[in-house]
């Protein structure tokens, strides 16, 4: 069954296409932060993480973007795949402290 | 597959009663976090061990108490259930000195 709530906002994206998911983080001491992925009945998967002092980080058909000055994050898929269906939270931590603030979550869906 | 592991993955139980869930981190992980997920409120910290300390607590009913023993394995112990309660428990763990948490698969805990 669906972990996350019914409430989720909703990206549609075509198969092939680039998706752009985006989260605004409240705490602007906040220093370290994570994507996670977390499909239907499953516990949430690091995706890819991106400290303060970069703006930038890829991984594999992944890029996480970070502007501090907004306060705000984005995870973008290359080339985007039925199997990236699922929600994805963005999570910040602030330095010297040990507990994660995840965001509410965006749910994806691929169109075939 | 995270390498945290949590038991039971299903559990229904009725109000008023005690229920305890167990997770093993990651070998060599010695941080221990509980959050907790439900439809209305994403994934909520309740709170974080290390080496066997609490090293951090969150929004943790008084209701509910957790423990991480020597064999640093940990158990979340919810009591008095309600109705409210029922919600999808993660354990997540790290190692010292990282920032990244891994999530477990889960304990959906139903109290009817």
């Known amino acids: 069954g669906e972990s996350v709530g019914l409430h989720l906002p909703t990206l549609s994206v075509q198969e092939g296409d680039n998706s752009i998911i985006n989260c605004a983080y409240s705490?602007?001491?906040?220093?370290?932060f994570i994507w996670y992925k977390q499909e239907s009945g499953k516990g949430p998967q690091f995706i890819i993480d991106?400290?303060?002092?970069?703006d930038k980080r890829q991984g594999q058909r992944v890029t996480v973007l970070l502007n501090k000055t907004v306060k705000h994050l984005s995870l973008q898929i290359a080339a985007t795949q039925p199997g990236d269906s699922a929600v994805y939270f963005c999570a910040e931590k602030t330095s010297g402290t040990y507990k994660y603030i995840f965001g509410t979550g965006t749910r994806l869906k691929v169109l075939a | 597959d995270s390498g945290v592991t949590q038991t039971p993955k299903h559990l229904i139980t009725a109000t008023g009663q005690r229920v305890t869930l167990r997770c093993s981190p990651r070998s060599g992980d010695l941080s221990v976090y509980w959050y907790q997920q439900s439809l209305d409120q994403g994934l909520q910290f309740l709170i974080q061990?290390?080496?066997?300390?609490?090293?951090a607590k969150g929004n943790i009913l008084e209701r509910f108490s957790a423990q991480q023993f020597p064999d640093l394995h940990s158990e979340l112990n919810l009591s008095s259930l309600e109705l409210g309660d029922s919600a999808l428990y993660f354990c997540?763990?790290?190692?010292?000195?990282?920032?990244?948490?891994?999530f477990g698969e889960g304990s959906w805990l139903t109290v009817v």
């Open positions: 061990y290390y080496n066997g300390e609490e090293r």
């Open positions: 997540a763990s790290s190692v010292e000195g990282t920032n990244t948490i891994y």
């Open positions: 705490n602007s001491a906040s220093d370290y």
């Open positions: 991106i400290r303060s002092n970069m």
